[in-house]
């Protein structure tokens, strides 16, 4: 029974799609006991807490057999972390200060986590994981259930503050109907993973704990941010009729992506691990536009050997058959630092070594990637390219360059992230064969603003002017050197985004695969000439806001269907 009168929120759509169903809260954390007394027995205490994180990792690695690829990446790392011999000591320091143990356990973290913070990027959102382990281990301290996902009795909506990514990496696509957050951003691990499992999600629904109580009817809308907490029967067709003209919009979206007019443009799947390949291989789709091979390395004591690497980057290329499959080189570095390629402590981790960087340092780490990757190629037919990360200067793209054909790579690029890059892209792409933009990393250079802030996503919207104007100096360049340039940030994946890319010049766009069907339908609704326009309107306009406006006022109306 509702408790609630009907009210409508807005958020951030992050996963398309409608949904309703009735509202499941994510157990909350205890937090710790402010009444609990200090420890007198310091060592025994340790003990007692060592055992606890032991078993938050065991729990949460018994959660990971049987997952899938990528959540049980996630869920592992997750317990890694949970034994992290640097947070045990943490906890051994504040027990002796005199802290109880829930104390204990929660002022180490909060110190632990201030450093992942620093560290930025990777790290930063390592924090989630971090306290998700505190809340666990807090609460088996107090005995009382962990926090998290309950058993769900029927498909529901589920409403948390955010979730881990362990928790949404094992969430079940047929009781999950949809997720709601308070919090998280668009590149959020909700947002990339819901995405991923094609749950309608919206995030950043900041009041949404005011207006809702468990077991509320709640209806949503991942497309444009819409939650509606107790619909009327009026919400529940309009939403239904939504998603009846989407699926509309959608039907007959298969085959090559294009413009009306013919002019091809390349469709194609982000991935991360040889279990995302076969997903997305399934999908009708071109290939692969970014394979972040980084997942390989992160989280490790040493680098994964060329044998290991070959054998998983031949599985991913084998899963594409003959189709592109763009593979990045180690995107790690001061943000997602390495154990085995630590290069120290940086006062500004996003404009540290990382990248290409890390790999003109740590040669032997690139050669050895290289070398696996033209052995994976040599074993496959797959049409393979590889791309450098964070380029900035024409040295590095040369280097790359000849690095990658050195060791018989044939088509070689590199990612477009910094201003840098792209305001000098002719003379870049002169050393190479392609480019793929990273709207994410070039919003937030461009923009000067942190990607991992949430309170900054106006600003690191793709739709600013400023960083219309860099894909634009990007695709000016590529075409004066006579190149591919592809997008390979989130920013692909939106149908109404995607023509605006199309129009500055970009030839293929790389997104989330569940994505690709709604980008290909936009896309066949529209001329080449008129994606030009709809481009040179958006640009022209003063703000962010007013360049989607403008954007969506020239579209076909049925690209609002899409979003
Ligand atoms: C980007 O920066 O847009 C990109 C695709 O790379 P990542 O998100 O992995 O930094
Ligand atoms: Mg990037």
């Not at 450093?115 to 971090?130: C, F, N, P, Q």
């Not at 589920?158 to 079940?172: F, N, S």
């Not at 957050?181 to 995405?195: C, D, K, R, V, Y």
């Not at 990273?438 to 919207?461: C, F, I, K, P, V």
Request: glycine share 10%; hydrophobic share 45%.
């Amino acid at each position: 029974m509702s408790t609630h009168n009907r009210t409508r929120i807005s958020g951030i759509g992050v996963s398309t799609g409608t949904a309703h169903g009735p509202a499941v809260f994510v157990v909350p954390a205890a937090g710790f006991n402010a009444d609990e007394s200090s420890s007198t027995d310091p060592e025994a205490d340790g003990q007692r807490i060592r055992e606890v994180l032991q078993a938050v990792a065991d729990g949460l690695r018994a959660r990971a057999e049987g997952a899938s690829d990528s959540a049980k990446e996630i869920l592992e790392a997750t317990a890694g972390l949970a034994t992290d011999r640097g947070l045990i000591r943490g906890v051994d320091k504040e027990l002796k200060k005199g802290s109880g143990v829930t104390r204990a356990v929660h002022d180490a973290v909060e110190k632990f986590a201030e450093k992942l913070r620093k560290l930025g990027g990777y790290m930063a959102e390592r924090v989630t994981d971090l306290y998700d382990i505190r809340d666990r281990a807090i609460s088996r301290l107090l005995g009382l259930p962990e926090p998290g996902l309950p058993e769900l009795a029927e498909p529901s909506v589920l409403i948390a503050v955010d979730l881990a990514p362990a928790e949404t990496a094992t969430l079940d696509p047929d009781q999950v109907r949809g997720i709601i957050t308070s919090a998280g951003g668009p590149t959020s691990h909700t947002a990339i993973l819901a995405a991923q499992l094609g749950i309608p999600a919206v995030v950043k629904a900041s009041e949404i704990y005011d207006v809702v109580s468990e077991g509320d009817t709640v209806a949503l809308d991942g497309g444009a941010g819409e939650v509606i907490v107790a619909p009327l029967d009026d919400d529940l067709t309009e939403l239904a009729e939504r998603a009846a003209r989407r699926e509309a919009a959608l039907a007959g979206s298969e085959g090559r992506g294009m413009t009306r007019d013919g002019y091809p443009i390349k469709l194609l799947a982000n991935i991360g691990t040889a279990d995302d390949a076969r997903k997305a291989a399934s999908f009708d789709l071109e290939g692969s536009g970014l394979f972040r091979t980084e997942f390989l390395f992160l989280g490790r004591d040493d680098a994964p050997s060329v044998e290991e690497q070959t054998a998983t980057y031949t599985e991913v290329l084998k899963a594409f058959g003959d189709r592109r499959v763009v593979v990045r080189t180690l995107d790690a570095g001061a943000d997602k630092p390495l154990r085995f390629a630590d290069l120290g402590e940086e006062e500004n981790p996003a404009l540290g070594r990382r990248g290409l960087r890390l790999s003109m340092v740590r040669e032997d780490l690139l050669d050895a990637q290289l070398q696996a990757l033209a052995n994976a190629n040599a074993a496959t037919e797959a049409d393979l390219w590889v791309m450098a990360p964070m380029v900035a200067t024409v040295d590095e793209a040369r280097w790359f360059a000849d690095k990658a054909r050195g060791f018989g790579l044939e088509r070689v690029g590199v990612m477009v992230e910094t201003p840098a890059a792209a305001i000098r892209s002719e003379q870049v792409l002169s050393e190479v064969d392609f480019a793929s933009i990273g709207t994410n990393d070039l919003s937030q250079y461009t923009m000067a603003a942190d990607r991992m802030q949430g309170e900054l996503a106006d600003l690191l919207s793709p739709w600013q002017p400023a960083v219309m104007a860099m894909v634009q100096a990007t695709c000016i360049g590529g075409g004066k050197a006579d190149k591919h340039i592809g997008v390979c940030g989130e920013a692909g994946g939106d149908p109404l985004m995607a023509l605006v890319l199309v129009g500055l010049g970009v030839t293929s766009l790389s997104m989330a695969p569940t994505k690709v069907t709604a980008v290909r339908a936009a896309l066949k609704l529209h001329d080449h000439a008129t994606c030009r326009a709809i481009a040179a309107q958006a640009l022209a306009a003063p703000t962010a806001e007013k360049a989607r406006e403008a954007a969506l006022a020239m579209a076909d109306p049925i690209v609002k269907d899409l979003l």
